[in-house]
C-alpha cells in the first residue's frame, strides 16, 4: 500500500518548496519592479534581460545550478536551494513587471507628494508602491503559482549526465510511482497534489485576488483567508515599521541598494560568444531546431489567443468565469510530466497531441488570466449594452465589440503566452521515463537531450542562440504588435 | 527679515536636442508675509514652489535660508493616497519621519479638525466631495507644523463657493496665528484670489518666467471685493499681466 507518511511528507515538502520559492519571487519582484520603475538606468539595463529571462527555459540550467549550489553547500541543503531558486524562476518574471507596470503607471503628483515630505525608501514602499501594485500582485500570483507547479516536478527529479538527484516531494514521487507502475497509487497521489492545489486557490490566492480587484471574480473561502490575510498583515507591517523607524534615524542611504545577481549573466555571454563561431553546424542544428520550435510556439499561442476569446465571452455572456477560472487554475498547475502518464494510453501513438496539451498549459493561462483578470474587469458596460441595443451578434461581436475592448490585455497576455510557450518546451518536446523516451526535436528537446547527456557546454551554447533569436523577435515581432495596440485599439 | 532668499534662479527641462527653459533668473526675498505668484499657465509656477521646498533642483542661483526650515506643501489637485483613511493620509508624512504612530494620529486629528473634518477620520480619500479632499490636502500639509507654507493652486479646483470659504479659513489660520506657520506662498491664476489674499503679488511672464512686477497689496484685512480700493488694486495688476 502507499505509504501516507511518505505521502504527507512529500506533500509538505513540495508545498514548502512552492511557498519558498513565492515568497522569494515576491520579494525580488518588488524590489526589481520598483527599481525599474523608479530608476531610468535599471530600467534600460534590465528591461531587456528581463525579456530575454522570461522566454527561456532557466530550469535548463538546473544541472548547473546544482552543481553551483552544491559547490558551496552541503549536498542536501544545496540541492534544496537549487530547487527552489529553479522554481523562483518560473514564477518570477510576470510579478516583476506587474509590480513595474503598477509603480510606473502611478500619478506622477504622488512621487512629487512623496519627495515633498520626504518620504524615504521603506515609507514609499509602505506606503504608496506596495499598495498600489497589490491588485497587479494578487492577479499575477495567481498565474505564477500555477506555473511553479507546472514546473514543480521537473524541480524534484533531474538526472545530470550519470547522476540522478531526487528530492523529497510529491512530484518526485508521483513519477515514481509511475515509473514502477503503481497505478493505483500513482492516481491517489495526483489526487492528493490536485488537493493541494485547489486547497491552495481557494484559500488564499482567490479570496486575495478578490479582496483587491473588489470584484468577486474567483471562487474562494474567504472566512479562512481572513486569519491568513491577518498573518500576513501584520507580519508584512511590523517588517516595514521597522525599516521606517531604521531610516527615519538617518541610518539608511535614501538609495535603494539592492543585489542584482542578474547582472552577472551578460558576462557569461562574452565568454562564450567567441567559442560560437567555431561551430556552424552546431548553429545549423539549433537554427533547425529553433524553427521547429517557433513553429509550434506560434501556434500555440494563436491557439492560446482563440480558447481565451472563447472563455472570455463565456464569462462575460454567459456567467461561467468563476466555473472557467478555477479549472484554469487546476489545469494551468498540473505539472508538465506529469501530462505523459496521465494521457498515457496517448503518449506514444499520438505524442505530438500530448505535446501540444503540454505547450499549451505552460501557455494558455498566461493569456487567459491576463485577460480574465485585467481586461474583463476594465471592460465599459455601455460597450456591451451598445452591442446588446444594435443586436451585434456571432462574428461581428467579437470582432467589433470583445477583442477591441480586450486588446490591451490581450496583447501583453499573448506576451508572457509566448515566454511561457518557450518555457514550456523543454517539457513539451522531450519525455523521458524509464523505457519510454519521446523526442519531437525542437531547441526545448535539444536543450533536454544535452542536459540529460550532461553536455553543459552545447547547453550553453543553445541558451545563448536562443537568447539572442528571442531578443530579435521580440525586437522585430512583438515591440512592432505592442505598437499597434497602442495606435488603434486605446478604448476610451 | 527674509527666511528665504531666491537669487538668479534658473531652471531647463529636457536634455540633449529639446531644452525648455521654464524659469529665466528669478530673484525673490520671501519674508514673514503672504506672497503670491500669479502667472500664466505652463510658465513654470509649480516648478518654482518645488525648487524652492528643496525638492527640485535649479540649474543656476542660489537659495539660502534662515536655520532650520519645515516646509508644507498644498498641491494643486489633492494627491491623496486612495488606500488611507483620512486620518492616516494626514498622519503620513509624521510617520515616514518615524514619529510613533498614536502620537501621528492624534496630531493629524487636531489638524483635521482645525481645517472643519472633525468625525470624517475614517472615510476614504473616494468618499469625500472635492471640496474636502482640499482640506485633507491642507491639513496635511499643516502637521508637518512648517514655517512656511507652499500652496500650489489650491482653489482652482474647487467650485467658486466652496473655494470662497476655503480662502477664508486659510486667512484665518494664518491671521490668528495658530499653527507655526509664518510665510505662506501661494501659486495662482485668478487676479482677484492673489488681491484678496497677499501681502505681496509677484507677476510673473510667460515661459520662460522672470518677474516683471511685483506688486505690495497695502489693503486693510479684511478685504472687501466690491471696495474702491480693492478694485483699484486689481485693474494695477491685470496691467502688467499679458
Ligand atoms: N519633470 C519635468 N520634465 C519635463 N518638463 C517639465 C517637467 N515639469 C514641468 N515641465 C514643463 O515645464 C513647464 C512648466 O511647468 P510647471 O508645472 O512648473 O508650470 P505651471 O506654471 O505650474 O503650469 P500650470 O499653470 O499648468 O500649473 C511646462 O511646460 C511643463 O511641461
Ligand atoms: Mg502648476
Not at chain 1, 165 to 179: E, F, H, N, R, T
Not at chain 1, 313 to 339: H, T
Not at chain 2, 96 to 104: F, I, M, R, S
Amino acid at each position: 500500500m502507499l505509504d501516507v507518511v511518505l505521502l504527507v511528507l512529500a506533500s509538505l515538502a513540495s508545498f514548502g518548496r512552492m511557498l519558498a520559492a513565492y515568497i522569494l519571487s515576491l520579494l525580488v519582484a518588488i524590489s526589481l519592479g520598483i527599481l525599474m520603475a523608479r530608476r531610468r538606468t535599471a530600467e534600460a539595463i534590465l528591461m531587456p534581460i528581463l525579456d530575454v529571462l522570461q522566454s527561456i527555459p532557466i530550469l535548463g540550467f538546473f544541472p548547473i545550478a546544482i552543481v553551483i549550489f552544491v559547490s558551496f553547500l552541503p549536498k542536501s541543503i544545496g540541492l534544496e536551494l537549487a530547487a527552489i531558486f529553479l522554481i523562483t524562476t518560473s514564477l518570477l518574471w510576470n510579478m516583476i513587471f506587474g509590480v513595474y507596470t503598477s509603480v510606473k503607471s502611478l500619478d506622477p503628483n504622488m512621487f512629487h507628494m512623496a519627495s515633498v515630505y520626504r518620504l524615504k525608501t521603506f515609507s514609499r514602499i509602505a506606503y504608496i508602491y506596495v499598495p498600489a501594485a497589490r491588485a497587479a500582485i494578487a492577479a499575477n500570483s495567481i498565474i505564477s503559482w500555477a506555473g511553479g507547479w507546472f514546473f514543480l516536478t521537473s524541480a524534484e527529479v533531474i538526472s545530470a549526465g550519470s547522476e540522478e538527484y531526487k528530492l523529497l516531494g510529491i512530484g518526485s514521487l508521483i513519477m515514481d510511482l509511475y515509473s514502477k507502475g503503481d497505478m493505483l497509487e500513482f492516481y491517489i497521489a495526483t489526487a492528493v497534489l490536485f488537493a493541494i492545489i485547489i486547497a491552495s486557490y481557494l484559500l488564499i490566492f482567490n479570496p486575495a485576488t478578490n479582496l483587491v480587484i473588489q470584484h468577486h471574480l474567483l471562487p474562494a473561502w474567504h472566512r479562512a483567508f481572513y486569519y491568513i490575510y491577518r498573518f500576513v498583515s501584520i507580519v508584512w507591517e511590523h517588517i516595514m515599521h521597522l525599516g521606517i523607524k531604521f531610516e527615519s534615524k538617518g541610518m539608511a542611504k535614501h538609495n535603494m541598494v539592492i543585489a542584482v545577481p542578474l547582472l552577472t549573466l551578460p558576462l557569461l555571454y562574452i565568454n562564450v560568444v567567441a567559442n560560437l563561431q567555431k561551430s556552424p553546424l552546431f548553429i545549423l542544428e539549433f537554427m533547425t531546431n529553433f524553427l521547429i520550435s517557433l513553429a509550434r510556439v506560434s501556434l500555440v499561442v494563436v491557439v492560446s489567443f482563440m480558447i481565451t476569446i472563447v472563455m472570455a465571452y463565456l464569462s462575460l455572456v454567459k456567467g461561467l468565469g468563476p466555473i472557467i477560472a478555477i479549472v484554469g487554475e487546476i489545469l494551468a498547475s498540473i505539472p508538465a510530466i506529469l501530462w505523459w502518464p496521465i494521457l498515457s494510453p496517448l503518449a506514444v501513438k499520438a505524442s505530438w497531441l500530448v505535446s501540444f496539451i503540454v505547450f499549451l498549459q505552460g501557455s494558455l493561462w498566461y493569456e487567459f488570466f491576463n485577460v480574465m483578470l485585467f481586461g474583463v474587469p476594465k471592460i465599459k458596460m455601455e460597450v456591451l449594452e451598445l452591442a446588446k441595443v444594435y443586436s451585434i451578434r456571432g462574428f461581428n461581436y467579437f470582432r467589433y465589440i470583445l477583442i477591441p475592448s480586450l486588446l490591451p490585455s490581450i496583447a501583453s497576455g499573448a506576451l508572457s503566452a509566448w515566454g511561457g510557450a518557450w518555457n514550456a518546451s523543454i517539457v513539451a518536446e522531450y519525455f523521458e521515463s524509464g523505457s519510454t523516451t519521446i523526442d519531437l526535436g525542437g531547441v526545448g528537446s535539444m536543450l533536454s537531450k544535452y542536459t540529460y547527456g550532461g553536455r553543459y557546454d552545447i547547453v550553453l551554447y543553445t541558451v545563448i542562440l536562443w537568447a539572442l533569436m528571442i531578443v530579435l523577435l521580440n525586437k522585430s515581432v512583438w515591440s512592432q504588435i505592442f505598437k499597434r495596440v497602442e495606435k488603434s485599439f486605446v478604448v476610451e | 527679515m527674509a527666511l528665504v532668499s531666491l537669487i538668479n534662479i534658473v531652471k531647463s527641462f529636457g536634455e540633449g536636442g529639446k531644452v525648455l527653459r521654464v524659469l529665466d533668473g528669478i530673484t525673490l526675498d520671501i519674508g514673514e508675509e503672504f506672497i503670491a505668484i500669479l502667472g500664466p499657465s505652463g510658465c513654470g509656477k509649480s516648478t518654482l514652489l518645488r525648487i524652492i521646498a528643496g525638492v527640485e533642483k535649479a540649474d543656476s542661483g542660489e537659495i539660502k535660508t534662515v536655520g532650520n526650515l519645515v516646509y508644507g506643501f498644498v498641491f494643486q489637485s489633492p494627491t491623496l493616497l486612495p488606500w488611507l483613511t483620512v486620518v492616516d493620509n494626514v498622519a503620513l508624512p509624521l510617520i515616514a519621519k518615524g514619529v510613533d504612530k498614536k502620537v501621528a494620529r492624534e496630531k493629524a486629528l487636531k489638524y483635521l479638525s482645525l481645517v472643519g473634518l472633525n468625525g470624517f477620520e475614517d472615510f476614504y480619500p473616494q468618499e469625500l466631495s472635492g471640496g474636502m479632499r482640499q482640506r485633507v490636502n491642507i491639513a496635511r500639509a499643516l502637521v508637518v507644523e512648517p514655517t512656511i507654507l507652499l500652496m500650489d493652486e489650491p482653489f482652482s479646483q474647487l467650485d467658486p463657493l466652496t473655494a470662497e470659504a476655503l480662502r477664508a479659513e486659510i486667512l484665518d489660520i494664518w491671521l490668528s496665528g495658530v499653527t507655526t506657520v509664518k510665510s505662506i506662498v501661494m501659486v495662482t491664476h485668478n487676479v482677484e484670489e492673489a488681491v484678496l489674499m497677499a501681502d505681496r503679488i509677484v507677476i510673473l511672464t510667460p515661459r520662460p518666467a522672470k518677474i516683471t512686477k511685483i506688486i505690495e497689496v497695502k489693503l486693510p484685512r479684511p478685504r472687501d471685493r466690491r471696495s474702491k480700493s480693492f478694485q483699484d488694486v486689481v485693474d494695477q495688476v491685470y496691467e502688467y499681466v499679458s
